[in-house]
């Protein structure tokens, strides 16, 4: 590895809260999710506050809540959870929100409680896609998310898709797109349908998603999103000038953020952990005045280094010319996946598609 190039960490600093209740568990999902213990919600949520509070935190430039299912649990506890969280001038609040549960009243809850940006999960716009992948909403629902968002006065809002769902064709995908972007949003995520151990899906050999047609799905979403005016920042992650997702960036940049609840991982300064997994024994840790870590590691300066160029070269901006050899890339028939200005090397298109290829040949 080049020893002339140490990674630019970001100084802010985040809260992941991590909601566990679903009302139904998708096909794709390996996340820390249960279906059956929405009798914990409110002891859950209590012990969501006291956890934060006896953090002692200092103001935090983003936060995050997801799941799980955060629009399941009781608006007004949720928002009693943001209250405790000391968020300083400018600070990004997003909300994970299934479109099934939105409503205006619920968003203006959120909104008194800080939050000013809402993920919204859409993955598809067609029914037959939608129950491809165990998804319950309707396309409708979306509609009527999106006017809530707005009649709640929340200026920033995510669309979140998934492309590669067994019997989804490429037309499938467009009218997915095309109506996401008759939304107006400032942000869509789009990410390719990926096999996760365990979960129904993996044992479906027949429903996996076939590269090829990833890499059509891809550069037709890249460009109609990027006529459209979304401009890809990250991978998957296409938003208009201003509404790139902060808090995800502090993920990329390798910045320090604190996760709260169940299996929520936290990161400061090259060491991480993760909490316990379940919600009863998060709750049971809290009420007892323990920690709720469950293990962790501290990474080494190299695999430090490492894992900096891996999620920066998946960015806008690229990585140090210096930490990629482009004679190697060429004499590997590999050029193609990368450009340079001669101070930075940046992903082509193509290569965005094939980032785990370059990741493999950073230094």
């Not at 809540?65 to 001038?89: C, Q, S």
């Not at 968002?149 to 995908?173: C, H, M, Q």
């Amino acid at each position: 590895m080049n020893g002339s190039y140490s990674t630019t960490v970001s100084q802010s600093f985040g809260v992941y809260v991590h909601v566990p209740f679903c009302a139904q568990r998708c096909d794709y999902c390996a996340f820390a999710t249960w279906t059956d213990r929405g009798h914990l919600q409110t002891d859950y949520m209590r012990a969501l506050r006291s956890d934060i509070s006896r953090a002692n935190l200092s103001e935090v430039s983003s936060v995050f809540v997801g799941g799980g299912t955060p629009t399941l649990v009781d608006p007004a506890e949720l928002a009693d959870v943001l209250r405790a969280i000391p968020t300083g001038d400018g600070a990004e609040v997003t909300v994970e929100c299934n479109p099934d549960d939105v409503t205006v009243e619920m968003l203006r809850m959120y909104r008194t409680a800080g939050v000013n940006r809402v993920s919204i999960g859409v993955q598809s716009m067609v029914p037959a896609v939608l129950a491809s992948l165990g998804r319950t909403h309707v396309p409708a629902n979306v509609d009527h998310a999106v006017a809530a968002v707005r009649a709640a006065g929340i200026p920033t809002f995510n669309l979140d898709l998934i492309y590669g769902a067994a019997g989804e064709s490429l037309k499938d995908w467009r009218v997915t797109l095309e109506s996401a972007l008759a939304l107006q949003p400032t942000h869509i995520s789009a990410y390719a349908l990926t096999i996760e151990a365990g979960t129904p899906l993996a044992e479906q050999p027949d429903r996996h998603p076939d590269d090829d047609d990833l890499a059509d799905k891809y550069e037709l979403a890249d460009e109609l999103l990027t006529t459209a005016g979304l401009a890809n920042y990250e991978v998957s992650n296409w938003a208009r000038p201003g509404h790139e997702c902060k808090h995800n960036i502090l993920y990329w940049q390798q910045g320090n953020y604190r996760g709260f609840g169940s299996a929520a991982h936290s990161h400061r300064d090259g060491r991480r952990w993760w909490n316990v997994r379940t919600p009863e024994r998060y709750i049971a840790a809290v009420a007892a005045g323990e920690s709720t870590e469950a293990a962790g590691e501290t990474l080494d300066e190299i695999t430090r280094r490492t894992e900096g160029l891996q999620l920066a070269i998946r960015m806008r901006d690229g990585v140090p010319a210096t930490a990629l050899s482009l004679e190697a890339m060429v004499a590997e028939g590999l050029e193609d996946l990368v450009e340079s200005d001669g101070v930075r090397v940046r992903l082509t298109q193509r290569g965005r598609l094939l980032a785990n290829e370059v990741s493999l040949r950073l230094r």
